[in-house]
């Protein structure tokens, strides 16, 4: 976030410094006539959006770790719980920032209402994972060289109002270079309020009244109309070749990363059939083409690389995150989907945020989840598992079961599950065997990069400052602001 106005500032005192002309003042002498000088709004809105799928699927492999959907193999770190330190400035001196410059230039209502709903989802995958980070003053160039790290309540309200603002504007205006539904306003208000509604109920837990804000916003958005269908799926469909899905690459040489048996048991335990998509055999010679052998051998989690060495040996059909057809280079990336809304949905029944059947919303978003993965519809039988039903009468005993079925309906998206636990603290699981930080517990954020002291150092700390439980130690241990650990 930083190198980019240090190098502009630097630019600035070199001119004025050296008492040279400025660039204004030598004419077109070089210019090159066949550069561009004015950013293409396609361009830069087709660029994020490619880069979406990123932040749910290998961009997540962390967050997804943590929640228990994925083990390694060869290298086992993140499991373990190695300090998850990483920089955010790649994306603000990226995608942040070719969002803010459709939004500058202006071209048309929706074009900058679609790169507002991209920007504020990419903020809420950021907060979420490191807490309070630069917001009201980030990318603002040379006027906040070192920008305030706004509180993450603060945040979301900011990704609320901003979002309900981009879907209030929209038109029937153009919106050039849009991979996800190609300029359409009514889908890219549909994925705005689903945006709304998950952002609101992931706040529940701390803000959990009726008519306080996050209620409030949830229900206008509901009402304004969210994505109900697996065709309205907030989703990148990769066409392949040059612009291959993320999850492709992933096994692109490398096999590092495995289903955990942590989901898989659980897939069993229930005979759930979406595990038949879920996991794709090792075995399989088409792993990165497309295959369609499947497996459910889970990799044990969070254990040593000997061990994990050992279990990938002895068992040829352990199991790679989704079935080779799911991550082929022409597969499609979900971002939002109808089965995280209308669970979201439920949830908001069962905690009395909204009025609704809870039993039949529920059973909806599981069906839906079907659907997105090929499984078929749920059995009586299956929706009848004591790990699975819920009573119609919303209160806590329904809590455990909406929330698992919302980890198992996000999957693979890491963010979305980590989002999850740590939340509700469902499911409930067991930190790894071979843990390696202090503590031995699940990660439950990120820390800030070694770097943002030495640019930042007054902002950062005064975050650091902030934290919870263990306020003024930048701790993987401490808790975002809507998590509240073992009170729930």
Not at 84 to 108: K, R
Not at 166 to 180: E, I, K, N, Q, T
Not at 221 to 246: E, M, R, V
Not at 424 to 445: D, E, M, Q
Request: charged residues 15%; glycine residues 10%; proline residues 5%.
């Amino acid at each position: 976030m930083k190198k980019i106005f240090i190098y502009t500032l630097t630019s600035a005192l070199l001119w004025g410094a050296v008492g040279c002309k400025k660039p204004s003042e030598f004419g077109t002498t070089n210019n090159d006539p066949g550069a561009v000088r004015t950013p293409i709004v396609g361009a830069l809105l087709a660029n994020v959006e490619n880069n979406l799928g990123g932040y749910v699927s290998t961009g997540s492999l962390a967050g997804g770790s943590y929640a228990q959907y994925f083990s390694e193999t060869q290298y086992p770190g993140t499991s373990l719980y190695t300090a998850p330190a990483t920089s955010f400035v790649g994306n603000y001196n990226g995608d942040l920032e070719d969002c803010q410059n459709v939004i500058g230039l202006a071209q048309s209502k929706n074009s900058v209402a679609v790169a507002t709903i991209l920007q504020q989802y990419i903020f809420w995958v950021l907060t979420d994972n490191f807490g309070d980070i630069p917001y009201s003053q980030a990318l603002q160039g040379l006027k906040a060289i070192t920008p305030v790290y706004d509180k993450q309540e603060d945040i979301y309200k900011g990704i609320i109002s901003k979002v309900s603002a981009a879907v209030a504007s929209m038109d029937g205006g153009a919106v050039p270079g849009d991979l996800f539904y190609g300029g359409d306003a009514a889908s890219w208000k549909r994925a705005g309020n689903s945006l709304i509604m998950l952002v609101s109920i992931q706040a529940s837990k701390k803000v959990p009244g009726a008519s306080d804000w996050a209620a409030t916003a949830f229900k206008a958005a509901l009402a304004a109309g969210p994505i109900t269908t697996n065709a309205q799926n907030f989703a990148i469909d990769y066409p392949g070749d040059s612009f291959k899905s993320p999850w492709w690459g992933l096994y692109n040489g490398r096999t590092d990363w495995a289903e955990s048996k942590t989901f898989t048991d659980y897939l069993k335990a229930t005979n759930d059939p979406r595990k038949t998509f879920t996991g794709g055999s090792f075995s399989d010679p088409s792993i990165t083409d497309g295959g369609t052998v499947s497996s459910d051998d889970g990799v044990p989690y969070g254990v040593s690389r000997t061990d994990a060495n050992n279990y990938i040996a002895a068992n040829a059909d352990w199991a790679l995150i989704q079935r080779a057809d799911k991550r082929s280079a022409g597969s499609t990336v979900n971002v939002i989907t109808a089965a995280e809304v209308t669970l979201a949905t439920a949830e908001a029944i069962n905690i009395g945020w909204v009025t609704g059947d809870l039993v039949g919303t529920y059973q909806r978003g599981i069906a839906l989840s079907f659907e997105q993965w090929g499984a078929g519809t749920p059995s009586g039988a299956y929706l009848g598992n004591a790990n699975v039903t819920i009573s119609a009468t919303p209160g806590d005993a329904n809590a455990k079961n909406i929330a698992v079925q919302q980890w198992v309906s996000a999957y693979p998206d890491g963010h979305m599950g980590w989002d999850i636990w740590r939340k509700t603290g469902y499911p409930v699981l067991t930190p790894a065997p071979a843990a390696s930080n202090s503590s031995k517990k699940i990660v439950r954020r990120y820390i800030y990069a070694t770097s943002e002291q030495q640019t930042n150092g007054v902002n950062v700390n005064a975050a650091i400052a902030r934290e919870t439980p263990t306020a003024g130690t930048d701790s993987q241990d401490n808790q975002v602001w809507w998590d509240i650990g073992l009170g729930k």
